[in-house]
C-alpha cells in the first residue's frame, strides 16, 4: 500500500495515496530549460495584460487564464516536434503560443480586432492555425479528445510519425466526450496524447465531489491505456513525460493519458472571485509557483543569476507592450465581413461569389 500524498508538494489533495509520479533522468539542454521559463513566463504576462483589458471593459465575454498552470501548457508543447498536432483547451495558452501563435496575435483575438486569427468573429480562446499544428479549442468540454484522435489517427494512416495532444481538466473528465473520445482511440490505436490538468476544482466543486478515483490516472487501467502521473507545476517533469508520451504512442503503442496535478490560481475565469478557496490553500500553493520553481532550478544550476532572469522578465514586459498597443489600435471588423469565412476559400472573411453568396 503506498504512502499518503505529501500535502507540502500538493496542497490540499490529502487522504489519498501518495502519487505514483513519472521519474527520468533525460538530460535537458540549458537552453531548453532557459525556454521552458521564458515562455511561462511569457505566458503569465500576456494573460496579466489581458485580465487588466478585461477589467477595464476591453475585453469581454469570459477571460479563462491559466495562471499556476503553466508549466503544463508550456512543457507539453515544448515536447512536441514538427508535424505534431496540438488541440489547446482553455488555460492552454502557453501552448498555443509555443506552437507559433504570437502574442500580437492573442491581444488582437481578445480584443475582437479585424486583425486577430478570427477577424474580430470571435473574442476568446476559440482560434488556431493548422499550418503550426494548432488545433482550436471547443468550448464543449471534452469534444476536442475525438477531433484530435481521429486527425493523429489519420496522419498516422498517411504514413507520418507524428501524435496528436490535447488536454482535458478534471472536471471535463466527466463528460461523454471523454469517455467516447478515449474510447475510440483506444480502438484505433491512435497516437494520442491525452493530458489530464487535475487543478483541484471543477469550477468551484473539488474532485472529490465529483470523481469516485482517488487520482484520475486510474482510469488509464479501464481503458487499457499507458498512464503516466506528473507533477504539473514542475514543467521539465511535464516536458519529461510528454517526451516519454510522444515515443510510446509514434511506436505504435497507442494513446496516454497523463494527469498532472496542478492548481488553478486564479477563479474558473476572471469573473470567479474564487471565494471557495480557502486562503491558506491558495497560499501553499503560490509557494509553488512553477515560473518560481524552475528559476529556482536555473540558479541552482548556474544557468542564470537572479539578477540576469529579473532582466530578462522586464524584456519580455517591454516587448510585449508593442504587441499589446497594435492591437489597441487596430481597427474593429468592417460590418461587410461578418458573412465571411462561411465557405471554403474565401480570403479575408469576403464571401466567394463563386459560391452564391451575398453581401
Not at 52 to 60: A, F, N, P
Not at 109 to 137: L, V, W
Amino acid at each position: 500500500m503506498a504512502g499518503s500524498v505529501d500535502e507540502s508538494r500538493f496542497p490540499g489533495f490529502g487522504g489519498r495515496r501518495a502519487p505514483d509520479l513519472f521519474v527520468s533522468k533525460k538530460r535537458i539542454s540549458k537552453d531548453l530549460r532557459k525556454a521552458l521559463w521564458r515562455w511561462m513566463v511569457t505566458t503569465r504576462q500576456v494573460e496579466a495584460r489581458l485580465g487588466i483589458l478585461y477589467r477595464q471593459g476591453k475585453v469581454v465575454g469570459g477571460l479563462y487564464r491559466g495562471e499556476g498552470q503553466e508549466g503544463v501548457s508550456v512543457g507539453s508543447a515544448l515536447a512536441l516536434e514538427d508535424g505534431d498536432i496540438c488541440g489547446p483547451m482553455i488555460r492552454d495558452l502557453g501552448a498555443n503560443m509555443v506552437r507559433g501563435t504570437p502574442p500580437r496575435d492573442v491581444f488582437c483575438q481578445y480584443m475582437a480586432r479585424a486583425t486577430g486569427p478570427t477577424e474580430g468573429r470571435d473574442c476568446n480562446t476559440h482560434f488556431g492555425d493548422h499550418s503550426k499544428g494548432i488545433t482550436a479549442p471547443i468550448s464543449m468540454l471534452g469534444a476536442l479528445i475525438p477531433v484530435v484522435s481521429g486527425m493523429a489517427w489519420a496522419a498516422q494512416n498517411q504514413g507520418q510519425k507524428v501524435v496528436g495532444l490535447t488536454y482535458i481538466g478534471d472536471g471535463g473528465s466527466s463528460t461523454g466526450d471523454f469517455h467516447e473520445g478515449l474510447n475510440m482511440a483506444v480502438t484505433l490505436n491512435s497516437p494520442l496524447i491525452l493530458i489530464l490538468e487535475n487543478n483541484g476544482w471543477a469550477y468551484s466543486t473539488p474532485t472529490s465531489n465529483q470523481c469516485g478515483n482517488e487520482w484520475f490516472i486510474d482510469k488509464a487501467v479501464g481503458y487499457g491505456v499507458r498512464g503516466i502521473q506528473v507533477d504539473g507545476n514542475c514543467a521539465e517533469d511535464v516536458y519529461r513525460a510528454v517526451k516519454e508520451a510522444r515515443a510510446h504512442a509514434v511506436s505504435g503503442g497507442g494513446p496516454v493519458l497523463i494527469e498532472a496535478i496542478t492548481y488553478r490560481m486564479n477563479g474558473h475565469a476572471d469573473h470567479d472571485d474564487a471565494s471557495y478557496v480557502p486562503n491558506e490553500l491558495r497560499d501553499a500553493w503560490r509557494e509553488r509557483d512553477p515560473i518560481t520553481l524552475q528559476a529556482q532550478m536555473l540558479i541552482e544550476a548556474g544557468i542564470a543569476t537572479a539578477d540576469e532572469l529579473e532582466a530578462e522578465q522586464q524584456a519580455i514586459f517591454d516587448g510585449l507592450k508593442e504587441d499589446y498597443e497594435f492591437a489597441l489600435n487596430s481597427p474593429t471588423p468592417e460590418p461587410v465581413s461578418a458573412t465571411g469565412g462561411v465557405y471554403f476559400g474565401e480570403e479575408r472573411g469576403l464571401p466567394d461569389p463563386r459560391r452564391g453568396a451575398r453581401h
